[in-house]
């Protein structure tokens, strides 16, 4: 059963930026909402054009193409990679550490935002290595 809240009065106007994979309309969420100066990026991952993996089995270009995706989201909706305060990464093998990192610190050297990696027994296709999710403020 789907229940409806009724809308509230001090409830914010949301954008919201899709990529078009396949899973959103599946699951029913988009890849970033943004809600006044604030923008929520959903757990991204190395998925091109074409809804298919880009670097199969290379942490580092799957980590790399994860935050390409998360840019365009950004850039959709008024903000960049300049404007992350927070990022998670969600690995399935901590063993590769160094690669994710490396990926993520040649992003966000001067940026620095908190961020958290840990690992996951898995994610939803066998390829992927990584997911990441990110929060920006304007």
Sequence with gaps: MVRVWPRQANVKH???YSSGAKWEPIVGYSRAVRVGDRIYV???TATGA???????G???AQTA????NIQRALEALGAGLENVVRTR????????????GRAHGEYFREIMPATTMVEVSKLIEP??????EADAEL
Excluded at 50 to 56: A, L, T
């Design 65 to 68: 193409q994860c935050f390409k």
């Design 127 to 132: 390829d992927m290595l990584i997911e990441i």
């Design 50 to 56: 074409n809804s298919q993996i880009v670097g199969v």
């Design 14 to 16: 949301r954008e919201r």
């Design 42 to 44: 959903t757990g991204t």
């Design 58 to 60: 290379d942490a580092y």
């Design 89 to 100: 990464m969600f690995v399935t093998d901590i063993s590769r550490w160094e690669e994710f």
